[in-house]
């Protein structure tokens, strides 16, 4: 009997086609030839993932110019069982566009998603000084509501966008940055780890306790003690008062490496409140660099020791 062909799976992402977002999608090969769903906020890309419609979504969690993208962060915080298996990286350029007829002079209002306004902020108060601002629900939603609505002028788009809409470009490269970045992730519910690369991340979010003095010195303390690197420490507030916040934490290597198995212990004795947000291949590919003290073989022979002192081996 010849074997049924493999179910498709679905992968959401922010669109419609076009956005940053779905380029990163484009660099999951086991997404080519899936079905790509897109959805209109991030609440939905991560609610497709919960409810099981998607396997995973595409989800922008940072940025170069404008930070950490709160609603990614704040979701990855309070939503159960999710995990990044993967990141990716997309170059971000911005062009000012219009529909045909329309001149920089004459824009007065610009459609823009918040993260990408953020990252022209410089050039638009150069040049368009008075504008006001419509928050969009994406880079390429902005510039097809200039077909549906007179509410703006112009839109922040990316700059292919003319490709396949009949709009003209008003101004090239506009953010603020030319080498801007944003780091998207793929989040799912799998419970499997990616096997590790020498190249992993490992991502976390830690509250402090409450009303410790040098608690976050601790907390970083776990890391540096065992050698861990850390490339990303934020805070964001919890929410239910002020001054409480929770750090969301990359560090360097895979929770299968003996020194971040042995930080993550630690942050776990120490913090009340520890989510394990996925041991991933870096999307840079760079091998992670560690002293040779806290190499794997030193941790397991450091364990053994212990072992055979408690067992009572002879010569121990
Ligand atoms: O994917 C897109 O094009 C988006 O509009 C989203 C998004 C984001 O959420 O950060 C992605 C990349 C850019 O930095 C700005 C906006």
């Given at each position: 009997m010849p074997d049924s062909p493999p179910a498709t799976r679905t992968y959401s992402y922010?669109?419609?086609?076009?956005?940053f977002t779905e380029a990163a999608l484009a660099?999951?090969?086991?997404?080519?030839g899936q079905v790509w769903k897109s959805v209109n906020n991030v609440g939905e890309a991560f609610d497709d993932v919960t409810s099981g419609r998607s396997v995973a979504a595409m989800i922008a969690i940072e940025n170069s110019v404008e930070g950490g993208v709160s609603a990614t962060q704040d979701a990855l915080a309070s939503i159960?069982?999710?995990?990044?298996?993967g990141e990716y990286l997309v170059r971000v350029q911005f062009a000012l566009v219009a529909r045909p007829g329309i001149e920089l002079k004459d824009v007065n209002v610009v459609n823009a998603h918040p993260v990408a306004y953020a990252q022209c902020r410089g050039w638009l108060e150069a040049n368009l000084p008075a504008h006001g601002h419509i928050p969009s629900t994406s880079n390429v939603a902005s510039a097809l509501a200039l077909f549906e609505n007179d509410l703006a002028d112009a839109a922040i788009a990316p700059p292919r966008i003319v490709d396949h809409h009949e709009l003209n470009v008003?101004?090239?490269?506009?953010?603020?940055?030319?080498n801007a970045v944003t780091r998207f992730v793929l989040v799912s519910r799998t419970n499997r780890l990616p096997e590790p690369t020498g190249a992993d991340k490992t991502s976390i979010i830690a509250e402090l306790p409450a009303d410790r003095s040098g608690a976050l010195l601790e907390l970083l303390e776990q890391f540096s003690t065992r050698g861990v690197n850390l490339s990303l420490l934020q805070s964001r507030p919890i929410g239910d008062a002020l001054g409480r916040y929770r750090f969301i934490i990359d560090a360097d290597g895979h929770i299968l490496d003996e020194r971040v198995a042995d930080a993550l212990l630690g942050v776990r004795r120490f913090s009340p409140r520890v989510i394990f947000l996925g041991s991933y291949p870096r999307a840079d590919r760079a091998q992670v660099e560690y002293v040779d003290r806290y190499d794997d073989g030193v941790f397991i022979e450091a364990r053994d020791w212990l072992r055979s002192l408690v067992s009572g081996e002879p010569g121990a």
């Open positions: 922010l669109g419609p086609t076009g956005t660099q999951v090969p086991e997404a080519a159960p069982n999710l995990r990044i298996v008003l101004a090239e490269n506009i953010g603020d940055n030319q």
